[in-house]
């Protein structure tokens, strides 16, 4: 298991477990469902449902920034709290949190390294109770939104076939146009399956080791420098909804410092149903 160095941006399960009780930290499960937090969790945790609380009720888009605060707020955090995020699926949905969280300027974030993979893997505590939370006297400031990291259709149809490496980091099934979603996920989103002409496949889940943890700084470079990726070139990530793509950003942006890395977070279910717009399969 390779242990990143970075803990600017990652905690590990042996730091959370020993500042459990830290006052000045907000621990959040971030996931497609609320059921596994339901049954149990990491003790301290509250649950963020991906697309209830994160999403806007009636557009495809998410909570605006007076949104973000409110929850944050009910959530217990300030201006001086620090937010721990992790979830199932090596933190699919908690990177997507850390990403919008960052969109928006909220910069006092971090992922669990490995997430619920590796916190049950370690046999460490789990809980069905939930804590009690007391709202922050006021919101948290925040800095956004931060267009640098945040790719729409205009941008994405501008920029094929110029320097932008396109990364489609769903599985080669999606990426070839044989399924629509993962197999377990609804299969109707996209109007037509295949991928933006030009990506290159590197589905999200090459990045992590088997416990959950991110591989190392030198293999994560490999990985996807060998798809033409690195720091001299921008990088704009998709997947189907945005949140493995989020895992991605979130390995090229926050772990090896790639300065110009965006997550189209339209993603396929945008890009797969718009007219007249070029498909490779």
């Known amino acids: 298991m390779a242990q990143h160095p970075d803990s600017a941006v990652l905690v590990e399960t042996e730091w959370l477990a020993a500042n459990a009780s830290d006052p000045g930290m907000r621990l959040v499960e971030v996931d497609e469902d609320t059921a596994a937090y339901e049954v149990a969790h990491i003790p ?68 669990l390294n490995g997430g619920r993979k590796k916190w049950e893997q370690e046999n460490r505590p789990m809980t069905a109770e939930r804590p009690t939370v007391t709202p922050a006297a006021t919101p948290p400031r925040l800095a956004g939104p931060r267009p640098n990291i945040r790719a729409f259709r205009e941008e994405v149809l501008a920029k094929q076939g110029g320097e932008a490496v396109f990364i489609d980091v769903r599985s080669p099934e999606e990426y070839r146009g044989e399924l629509l979603a993962p197999p377990h996920l609804p299969q109707e989103q996209a109007q037509v399956p295949g991928h933006v002409p030009g990506a290159k496949n590197i589905p999200w889940s090459k990045a992590a080791d088997e416990d959950g943890t991110f591989k190392s700084p030198a293999e994560l470079k490999e990985l996807y420098g060998s798809q033409g990726a690195a720091a001299d070139r921008p990088v704009i990530a998709y997947c189907r909804i945005g949140e493995r793509s989020s895992h991605t950003w979130f390995v090229l942006h926050e772990l090896l410092g790639y300065p110009d890395v965006k997550n189209y977070d339209g993603s396929w279910t945008e890009y797969g149903s718009m007219v007249g717009v070029p498909v490779e399969r």
Do not use: C, M
Not at 55 to 77: C, T
């Open 44 to 111: 301290g945790a509250i649950a963020w449902h991906w697309q209830k609380d994160l999403h806007d009720p009636l557009r495809r888009d998410f909570i605006d920034s007076n949104g973000l605060q409110e929850l944050l707020a009910r959530s217990g955090v300030g201006d001086e709290t620090t937010v721990i995020l992790y979830g199932g699926n090596n933190n699919w949905f908690a990177a997507y949190a850390y990403w919008y969280l960052k969109y928006q300027g909220f910069d006092n974030v971090k992922l």
